[in-house]
């Protein structure tokens, strides 16, 4: 992996999925920002970004999780997340919350512009070309709906999966569809998420990749138990994941080993 020019000071905001269900995901994003040369730092007063309680009408609770997480990634000239819906969450909505507060609404504006997702950050602003990795095997790459919509992140992870020696990509045949996960859609909407990723999951299998790959772990959760669902032999991971050449521990939903 390319080396910049200057050292910069990255926190990292780990997300709640990450950190509860999938923390080598946030392992492999901090190897991969210290291979571009990035000085890596976890604040341990983050917490969720508020996505749930945004999405539940709950404005008042989001805007104290948003008020907390802007001052813990106060001095932090980079804030970078391992996926594309919790960085639209903090650089896109955290200033719609503050429409009435002139002086946080500020605040949240400046913060989210020091706001990137993983691995457009590792392609748009540290310029990484390439990784130093192999994989033995076919992916599928699935686009999150805020990372594709919110974020414009369609290229770079491809770019980069390119770089990875022995990968082979095969493209899904309707790249821009949504899952069905949706946070809280899939709550309230169990009937229409469950058609979405059904639909999904033919189409993943229908690739005949050996992995699915994406940037946003509810995503892959929700797809990895449709594709166990249906009897597929699909292995489901966080790109970072093979990226990072962390590839060595149990996919997403896989038992682990004793």
């Not at 269900?21 to 991969?32: D, I, N, T, W």
């Not at 790109?239 to 521990?249: H, I, P």
Request: hydrophobic content about 40%.
């Amino acid at each position: 992996m390319n080396q910049p020019s200057e050292r910069r000071k990255v926190g990292l905001f780990v997300t709640c999925l990450v950190d509860l269900f999938r923390p080598g995901v946030g392992f492999a994003a901090v190897r991969l920002l210290e291979a571009a040369g990035c000085e890596v730092h976890v604040p341990v007063n983050q917490t969720c970004c508020g996505q749930p309680a945004y999405n539940s009408g709950d404005t008042r609770t989001t805007r104290a999780i948003a008020e907390q997480v802007i001052e813990a990634f106060a001095d932090m000239p980079y804030v970078v997340a391992p996926s594309g819906s919790c960085a639209g969450m903090l650089k896109k909505h955290y200033p719609l919350l503050f429409e009435d507060s002139p002086e946080w609404k500020a605040r949240a504006e400046e913060f989210g512009g020091r706001v990137s997702e993983l691995v457009s950050f590792l392609t748009d602003v540290c310029n990484v070309s390439g990784v130093k990795a192999g994989f033995d095997g076919a992916v599928a790459y699935h686009d999150s709906c805020s990372g594709l919509r919110e974020l414009g992140i369609r290229e770079q992870p491809r770019k980069l999966l390119n770089s990875v020696d022995g990968l082979e990509i095969r493209e899904l045949s309707d790249r821009e569809a949504c899952c069905g996960f949706g946070g809280t859609f899939c709550v309230k909407y169990p009937e229409i998420s469950g058609a979405i990723v059904d639909r999904k999951a033919d189409d993943i299998l229908a690739t005949g990749a050996d992995t699915l790959l994406a940037g946003d772990l509810g995503c892959l959760l929700n797809m990895a138990g449709k594709l166990q669902r249906k009897g597929g032999t699909v292995r489901v991971r966080h790109v970072a994941e093979v990226l990072a050449g962390m590839t060595d521990t149990p996919a997403i939903g896989e038992p682990e080993a004793r």
